[in-house]
């Protein structure tokens, strides 16, 4: 029984250290959100659209796109706890349905459910670094409108190779623009890395901000790998 008492309580301390990071995470993420608000005002869109968030994450984007419609906002994250610290976040929306939050990977989560979904508006910022450009490019056309919009933030290597791929799946570029290692340093990084050793300082264990402070390391060693850039694009017409 003591044995049961004192794995829940490491269990509890530790969910509190990771929600602590996802609240340091977010709140820089938060600094980035002019230039989620930027491609969102590029795109030429009919109001209240059926929105997706392709790898929502700890979610900053996802809830500013579900102010800007009445319509469905679906989120897809395969981070269980990422999810759950989103669900915690959102707020109720008095007009227009809930959000909708899909716990696992994409395409699968969605290749189950009928009627297959469709949406006017796709939002992927950094999925494609993680699935593929080519294979998540192909997959997000199965679930978009006649006329519907894709919105993802990317990598910069490959950018012509890409551009000659979206000519050959019926899409067009509408827009484009482009985040600086200067950008990301400034408004990202350093801000973070600052929170994170505050927040080690004061207790919070080391070992969960790993994958961050390395990320930090490398971008630092090679800052024009913190470069990405913002694509709009359009599906044809069918």
């Known amino acids: 029984k003591s044995g049961e008492i004192e794995t829940k309580a490491i269990w509890s301390d530790l969910m509190e250290h990771i929600t602590k990071k996802f609240e340091i995470l977010a709140q820089c993420r938060e600094h980035l959100l002019p230039f989620t608000k930027k491609a969102y005002t590029l795109l030429p869109i009919d109001s209240n659209p059926r929105i997706i968030d392709l790898g929502c994450g700890i979610g900053v984007p996802t809830r500013f796109l579900a102010e800007q419609t009445q319509n469905e906002i679906w989120g897809v994250e395969p981070d269980k706890n990422t999810l759950e610290f989103l669900k915690s976040q959102i707020r109720y929306r008095p ?109 919070l264990d080391r070992v969960i901000f790993e994958s961050e402070l390395n ?6 060693k090679i800052p024009n790998n913190a470069h990405s850039i913002f694509y709009i694009f359009r599906k044809e017409a069918q």
Do not use: C
């Open 215 to 220: 990320e930090i390391s490398e971008n630092k």
């Open 95 to 203: 007009k227009g349905p809930q959000m909708i939050l899909l716990h696992g990977k994409f395409p699968e989560v969605l290749l189950d459910i009928h009627p297959k979904p469709v949406f006017d508006l796709i939002w992927a910022e950094g999925l494609l670094n993680v699935i593929g450009f080519e294979f998540g490019m192909h997959h997000m056309l199965n679930f978009l409108k006649a006329s519907g919009f894709i919105v993802i933030h990317d990598e910069i290597p490959r950018m012509k190779e890409k551009m000659e791929f979206i000519r050959t799946i019926g899409l067009t570029l509408l827009d484009s623009f482009q985040l600086t290692p200067d950008d990301w340093f400034k408004l990202y990084y350093n801000p973070l890395e600052k929170l994170i050793l505050n927040a080690i300082q004061n207790g």
